[in-house]
């Protein structure tokens, strides 16, 4: 299944594969299309990049959440009138499925569908999403510099972090390459990145013990059973506003909750931002033109 999030770096890769150890759910999730959001202005434009997808079974939709890598793919959240296939380049064809994009739409949106205003475009660049990754050390660099030398490399660090991600104050684990990965399986010398609500010194010394190379521990806000529990709550308040999700991820190492969302309210926003502040991301996937 491809997520559509651009390609992280071997540090969160670690980090989600180390949380599908010990926490459930806190990969990215996804919710199924729902007509029941949030009413827009209608008469209001609103834009977005968005693949389009017909089949035989239904019409033209905007595809502004997950897409499942398969062939043909698989996704539509919004059905959109006034499509023409005629007028768009680099579409493709299999069995009786019709694709392409990502396309600039600009239409009206009445809560259920999207009817086009303008004809489609190249996708618009002020609403490219940057993902902003980095898997950064935590601290600085020591003045001695960091370890290369031993059973510093990436495999060596996973099982360290294995062990304290059972820490009820665990909030984050990465880690961070010291050199570009080789033609081997070798990752080479890495930092290991660790964050806790708790005693930083006890956490310290405790992976000192299972340890060698580079290490940076850190105080986050939020234990990762902590951002669990607020991601429980954000669904809920989602579900009760009636704003339709289209994914949402735990993102460990920044220690937020990140949503994605079809349409938002300025109410809605400002209710969200107000309960759950910094620690919540939100996006909508339609927005207004002059926004």
Not at 1 to 18: D, I, S
Not at 28 to 38: C, G, T
Not at 126 to 155: I, M, N, R, Y
Request: proline share 6%.
């Amino acid at each position: 299944m491809n997520m559509r999030r651009a390609p992280a770096g071997l540090g969160l890769t670690l980090a989600l594969l180390l949380g599908a150890c010990g926490q459930g759910d806190s990969s990215q999730q996804q919710a199924p299309p729902a007509s029941d959001v949030a009413t827009p202005q209608r008469d209001e434009l609103y834009e977005a990049n968005a693949t389009v997808l017909e089949s035989g079974q239904r019409g033209p939709h905007l595809c502004l959440g997950v897409i499942l890598d398969s062939f043909p793919p698989q996704c539509g959240d919004v059905p959109v009138a006034g499509w023409d296939w005629g007028k768009v380049d680099g579409e493709q064809r299999a069995s009786d499925v019709t694709w392409g994009g990502q396309y600039h739409v600009v239409g009206t949106f009445d809560g259920e569908t999207f009817t086009l205003t303008e004809e489609p475009g190249a996708p618009a660049k002020h609403l490219q999403q940057e993902d902003g990754f980095s898997s950064s050390p935590a601290c600085d660099e020591p003045k001695e510099g960091w370890v290369t030398q031993g059973a510093v490399d990436q495999e060596a660090a996973g099982r360290a972090l294995a062990q304290v991600r059972r820490e009820p104050d665990y909030a984050a684990g990465w880690v961070t390459q010291l050199e570009p990965p080789g033609a081997t399986e070798d990752t080479g010398p890495v930092v290991l990145n660790a964050a806790f609500t708790g005693d930083l010194e006890r956490h310290k010394t405790e992976l000192r013990k299972l340890w060698a190379g580079s290490l940076c521990v850190a105080r986050y806000e939020h234990s990762l059973d902590e951002l669990e529990h607020l991601r429980r709550s954000v669904d809920e308040e989602l579900e009760s506003r009636e704003i339709a999700m289209l994914y949402s991820d735990l993102d460990e190492i920044r220690g937020r909750l990140v949503y994605h969302v079809t349409y938002l309210t300025a109410d809605d926003e400002d209710h969200l931002t107000t309960r759950f502040g910094k620690i919540l991301r939100i996006t909508a996937a339609l927005t207004p033109v002059n926004e």
